[in-house]
């Protein structure tokens, strides 16, 4: 977001992997206004096992489905790790305060409905979401693309955007998007 558009305000970043953790404190070390915090976001303040993918950026709270792995066989599960999950609106308050104009985005491998589950007080105060959301099963329990798209509208957002995503490279199949929701 800083090269790429130019953004300079804060930024807070969740990642509950330890190895991918540390790759994203390595980052953000000379960037006064970027903060991480290694836990996830969810629905309920627990201690949990999160599975660890091969190719990382697939790992998931969420078991792997079929369709997934075939299309991306370097994302099979190769171990699990105990990780902290707690809720947005637990720390809201005080990492946002009374900020205006908050872009929140949302990349949890099929948990995203729990994370939006844990900010139903935050949620208002909160304009712009971005999220992934699958076509096509991929993890065990998410909630689909016309599922999200139904639960995001009941809260108030409107789909402002869809980016392409993960795409099967056998068929060319579309399986993930990200999707951008405005409050207006």
Sequence with gaps: MRSDIGF????LSFEPLSSAYKLLKSNAKN???WEVFNF??????????????????SSSLLSMLPAHLKSAPDSNYI??????IKTLDSLFSDLCGTAQNIYMKI????????????????????????????LVPLYEGELLFNEMLM????????LIAIENGFSDPASGQLLQVDGIFHRF
């Design 31 to 33: 960037d006064p206004a």
């Design 8 to 11: 300079t305000n804060r930024i």
């Design 79 to 84: 171990g699990k790790e105990t990780i902290k």
């Design 40 to 57: 996830a976001i969810g629905e309920t303040e627990e201690e949990r096992e999160i599975n660890i993918a091969e190719n990382s950026e």
């Design 107 to 134: 990349d949890t491998q099929g948990f995203e409905s729990q994370v939006l589950k844990g900010a139903e007080k935050s949620l208002p105060k909160i304009n712009t979401v971005q999220m992934e959301m699958s």
């Design 151 to 158: 639960l995001m509208g009941n809260k108030g957002y409107t």
